[in-house]
């Protein structure tokens, strides 16, 4: 079998390759615009099974040509090219898996449903962390329930190396969620609300403590409404939560013009005013190999039950390790024919969640039901 | 043509407003920057004039200064061009009037004391609001004891609408909460610990807030001139209501106010011409106002007993001045001095703090034609 990691050498994709090459014994292709990046990290395994291929995902031919007699194509790169590398695996006639599309994207890859069922390949929306292991734990619990009004969905980071302040990911993707309109389902209706409301306060018990959360766009609010109608489901929302001092702060910035696009002059030349702010922020960036991180990602369903997954850092910070590892997950479980059927699928309507769960327990992401452990 | 005035950072927020109320006054003035573009306004005044000046470049200072043929130089331009500016006015033989050099600078400044003496001219360093307002009324204050124990000294401020707006140099600032705060604590200067100094108090006008101790000139100044008086201990304390101090914190703490040069498509940029840069953009909001008071307690002796006194200057937005907010108190208050010093009620040569040779009634009387009232232990005196 052979599997093509498209930005396989990013912060997600290399542990996508690195959980593919521990897990199976197929081949694997690295492949992105960098050729020395990639050759770099393909050589660290020291395998005849990964190797390193130069790809521009906006040339039709050439990526087609490379996907062609793979079994899944998992696209790490940014979500803004996600249908453009679906209509590829298209042609090439290959299974798809991605880390999500932001809910706006997601809705586009949706519409391509017709044509992967026409080929019987299918395509995984959003199998990170979350998106992903959320809407699987979604799955879980809905089985268990059978019918519900309400889902919450949320998750928290502690990092216990940079109490002062640390960025969790990237600083742009942060902005994002504190600007961009979310989308809430409110008594069956999906409205689009103002960026930063729906504060609330999370007791994420012990361990990750009280923080307060707000309502940010997330993909998972593009498939839950549809995928839990037959449920019930009226009310579902996700929040982002940060510490109140991390909050305050990334606002500050924002109101005072320093995420801007707008662009700015300096010394001739012009720069968008988001992309300096990020360069004097990469201080508080991620720090890859950080041992000291945990991350929570929490389903709610009407206060019944409540799904948590815990992941801790392997050497890569935790939200690395539990937005990899999952995608890696389902392009094995396509591979080996352990999800079966055809179109483009969101996580929770594609994966069996046991299955899924017992894999990431191998590899230490924990599940918890009511604070049980699910085995 | 020959102008009444040339102003160094003319083309900045204080040189600005300094210019309008020169204009206002009668006088011609010419600009000297480098952004014309930026006072386009002032210049359809027929006695306004511009002259394209690199502070950078100091033969570039003294040319403008010739070819201007300004009897007054007037530095608003930011601090760090202080010294440049003044041996330019050596070099020319003319005085002039700047917003101060808060510690390190105002030091280097008053080195070229002697200097300016023998070359028969004065500067006069430190005539803004605070600097500037507040070392007259400590000047009138101090006259009435017969001796001075403490003063401390500083300014607080508010505005009707909770946005953020730049309330002084973006520079200035950064660099006031960046270096750590010097006081004179006995007879010596002591560094002090930022977040052991502060203090929340009951201002007139402004109601309670808190003050952290900054670096500022007058810690310097006042003990230098109040010596004789016994003077002990000195501090100064700024505050900032709390949506705009919020602001100022968060870049502290992300490191805007940094000069260390970051690297991004092969230009060199310092975060915090970056951050002055931003905030520049944003707008003053509609029916925006806001109030300063420019405080000073002093704490002493009159015929044996002790006593103690309160000064205070209320600035207040004035119509036709909004867009300068409370700013007026500074960008007039050296154009008041400047004209001071050209009319000669400011007289002497060498370097001066306002403290030292401005006289207070003839200034005051100034401030109160630009609505800044000034009251001494509660009861307004101008």
Known sequence: MKFVVLGGYGIIGKAVVSDLFKYTKDEIIIAGRDLAKAKKYAASFKSSRVLAKEIDITNERQTVDLLKGSDVCVNCVQYYYNVQIMKYCLKAKTNYVDLGGLFHETKKQLKLDGDFKKIGKIAILGIGGTPGITNVMAAYAARLLKKFKSIDITFADVDYANKEFALPYSFKTIVDEFTMKPAVLKNGKLIFANPGSGEKEYDFGKEFGKQKGFYTLHSELATFPESFDKNGLKNCEFRVTFDQNFSRKIKKLIETGFTSSDLINFGGKEFKIIDITDKIMEKFSPKLGNKNDKELLRVNLDNKIIMDAVAKSDGDSSWIVDTGIPCSIAAQMIAQKRIVGSGVLAPEKAINPMSFFMELRRRGIKIFRNKKEVK | ?382
């Open chain 2, 1 to 382: 043509m020959t102008y009444d005035f040339i102003i160094f950072g003319g083309t900045g927020q204080q040189g600005k407003i300094c210019a309008r109320d020169l204009l206002e006054s009668g006088y011609s003035i010419i600009l000297a920057g480098r952004n014309k573009e930026a006072v386009k306004d002032l210049l359809k005044n027929k006695r306004a004039g511009f002259i394209y000046v690199d502070l950078k470049n100091i033969d570039d200072i003294t040319n403008a200064i010739k070819k201007s043929g300004a009897e007054i130089v007037v530095n608003c331009a930011e601090l760090t061009y202080n010294v440049d500016i003044m041996k330019a006015c050596l070099e020319t033989k003319r005085s002039c009037t700047d917003l101060g050099g808060l510690q390190k600078i105002t030091l280097e400044q008053f080195k070229l004391d002697k200097d300016f003496k023998k070359a028969g001219i004065i500067n006069v360093t430190g005539c803004g609001s605070t600097p500037g307002i507040a070392n007259v009324m400590t000047a009138y204050a101090v006259e009435k004891l017969d001796s001075i124990d403490t003063i401390e000294l500083g300014f607080v401020w508010d505005s009707n609408i909770k946005k953020f707006v730049i309330p002084y140099s973006m520079h200035s600032i950064l660099d006031e909460f960046t270096e750590m705060p010097v006081t004179y604590h006995n007879g010596k200067y002591i560094k002090e610990n930022r977040l052991m100094c502060t203090g929340t108090f009951d201002f007139k006008e402004i109601g309670r807030q808190t003050t952290y101790c900054i670096v500022h000139s007058e810690v310097y100044t006042f003990s230098k001139y109040f010596k004789k008086k016994g003077i002990k201990n000195i501090h100064y304390m700024a505050g900032f209501p709390e949506h705009s101090y919020a602001v100022i914190k968060t870049l502290l703490d992300l490191g805007f106010n940094s000069k260390e040069e970051i690297e991004i498509r092969g230009a060199k940029i310092k975060p915090v011409d970056f951050a002055d840069k931003v905030l520049s953009r944003l707008k003053i909001p509609k029916g925006y106002k806001e109030v300063e008071n420019i405080w000073v307690k002093l704490y002493g002796k009159k015929s044996g007993a002790d006593k103690q006194m309160e000064m205070n200057c209320i600035v207040k937005t004035v119509n036709g001045w909004e867009e300068a907010g409370s700013n007026i108190d500074t960008g007039r208050s050296i154009s008041i001095m400047s004209q001071m010093l050209k009319n000669g009620s400011i007289r002497g040569s060498g370097v001066y703090g306002p403290e030292a040779v401005v006289p207070w009634k003839e200034f005051f009387g100034e401030l109160r034609k630009r609505k800044m009232f000034i009251y001494e232990n509660g009861r307004r005196i101008n």
